[in-house]
Every structure is written in C-alpha cells, then in structure tokens.
C-alpha cells in the first residue's frame, strides 16, 4: 500500500538561498525560477534514489521563508513507501543523511568529467551499504543518471543569471557557479525497469568521432555498437590530437551499460557510457619473414 510519509520523519533538511536586489528584483521571476531550482534538486534526489527503490519519490516540502535573501528551507517527504520499509526507525535518518551529503558532494561536480563523477559516487558507498540501506537492494547510481540531473540543476541555474545561488547543508555550503548544461535525455513511457550493469572492458575502435559528438562505433563480443564517450577530458585530448587513435586500436575503459525493459521484460533500449578511458592498446605489428 502506497504510504505519505510525514516530512517529520524523514531527518535532513537543506537550504536554498538567492540573493537578489530587493525592491528591484522581479517577484514572478524569481520565484519561477526558485520553483525551477526546487524541481532540479528533486530530480538529484530521484537520481540518488533511482537504485534503491524505483517507487520512491522524493518531495521537497517548504519549512521556511528567511528575508533579505529568498531562502527556502526544504524537508525531504517520500510518496510511494512501501510497508517494509516503515518497519526500521533508523531508515529515516540513513535516507536524510544520504540524500543531503549526496546533494553535497554532488552539487560541487556541476560540470566535472564523468570519471569525477562516479569517483564522488563511491565516497557514498558506506551511506548506501549501511545496515539500513539492507532492505533497499543497494546497487550504484549511474553515472548518467547523476549527470542528467546535475544538468537539470545547471539549466535551472541558468535563470538566474548574475545572482548568487548556494545551497546550505549540515556539510557546509555549496555555490551555484553559472555554467552551460548539456542536453538531457528523454525517458520513454514504456519504460518499466532499467538496469545499470558496471566494469571494465577493451572495445576495439571501428570508427572515432571526428566530430565532436561524442558517438564512437567499437567492435564489443565481435558486433559493431555505438557508445557514449562520457569522459570528457580524454575526448578533448583526442580532439586536439594529444591522443592518436586508429581504427582497430582498443581503449581499456571502466564502463556502464544502461537497459531498459518494458512490463513484460522486453529489452527497449541498450546504452553503453564509457565512463573513464584507461588505456590505449595497439594491435601488434606483424614482421614479415625474409
């Protein structure tokens, strides 16, 4: 049975402050994209939350207006909660402690390269195997889920140009910066579970990108597939030809796979993110005989 849970028992709470010129500030403006903000830091939540349970759904709810600064003091409530997990008080205070220092650690790697990314994730792995985290089925966010919404933070940042945004937590404070956010991808509605599956693996190069779309074709098991180069810093070094890569070289890469399957557990979608290239392999040079 689907439970509300009162924003009391969830520990944790966050502040989001805006400075803006009083008396000159547009009202509606402002709080559109305060609004905006809120919406952004719920889906880092969503994203925080997305492999421990797929019900969940995190509210933010509004304990607090200060002056001066609009400041929003925000509480976690949770829709969705399944009966199981209601049965362990330490819960709420592993869920608020997660989700804050979560948003902490996350909110400094706005534009960072998809290796930082996932090198902040792992400093989170003891909030998310704790013994609470047990009735949760642990599994590590993906890379491109946090990113995603890391971008959704950066676009709704970007309504509010020349104003100082920070986010206050029980860590410390956390700037905003202005910067440019990628594109976001779109969810399907079909979409009934996704599983993320995570390694190391070497992909033969077929084809590069020369472009900059960050699409390379590889040959993985002997089959041609199309993955996403997410490590951004080696991708410039390619691109400024720091990097010399030919077609049938191998990149040693840590990687995601991300399906999505529907209700009756047909594959919809398949992608694969390289998330840090480690190596680079040339195929052996063949002498030939005298």
């Known amino acids: 049975m689907d439970r509300l849970l009162d924003a009391t028992l969830i520990e944790g709470e966050i502040g989001l402050v805006i400075d803006y010129e009083r008396g000159k500030t547009p009202a509606i403006g ?19 939350l997305s492999t421990i349970d797929t019900s969940l759904e995190p509210v933010s709810v509004l ?67 704790s013994p609470e985290s047990e009735l949760m089925h642990y599994q590590t966010p993906a890379v491109s889920d946090i990113r995603d919404a890391l971008d959704s933070v950066a676009k709704a940042r970007a309504s509010l140009p020349g104003q100082k945004v920070y986010v206050q937590t029980d860590y410390g404070d956390v700037v905003i910066p202005e910067i440019i956010a990628a594109p976001s991808s779109t969810d399907s509605g079909e979409i009934s579970e996704i599983l993320t599956n995570q390694g190391t693996e070497f992909f033969k190069v077929k084809s590069p990108d020369m472009i900059g779309t960050a699409q390379w074709t590889v040959l993985r098991n002997n089959r041609t597939v199309r993955v996403n180069m997410m490590h951004l810093k080696w991708l410039n070094s390619y691109h400024n030809r720091e990097v010399n890569i030919l077609p049938g070289d191998s990149l040693k890469c840590l990687f995601e796979e991300v399906i999505s399957y529907d209700a009756s557990g047909n594959e919809l979608d398949r992608k694969i993110n390289i998330i840090e290239v480690l190596d680079i392999v040339k195929p052996l040079v063949q002498m030939a005989l005298i």
């Open 30 to 48: 402002l709080l559109q994209a305060a609004m905006g903000m809120v919406e952004a830091l719920d889906k880092l939540d969503s994203a925080l």
């Open 63 to 129: 304990n607090d207006v200060k002056e001066s600064s609009l400041k929003l003091l925000l509480a976690r409530m949770l829709k969705k909660v399944p009966d199981e997990h209601l049965k362990n008080l330490e819960w709420k205070k592993w869920l608020g402690g997660l989700l804050v220092e979560g948003k902490y650690l996350l909110l400094q790697k706005l534009d960072a390269d998809a290796p930082e990314i996932q090198q902040t994730i792992n400093l989170l792995d003891n909030k998310y195997k």
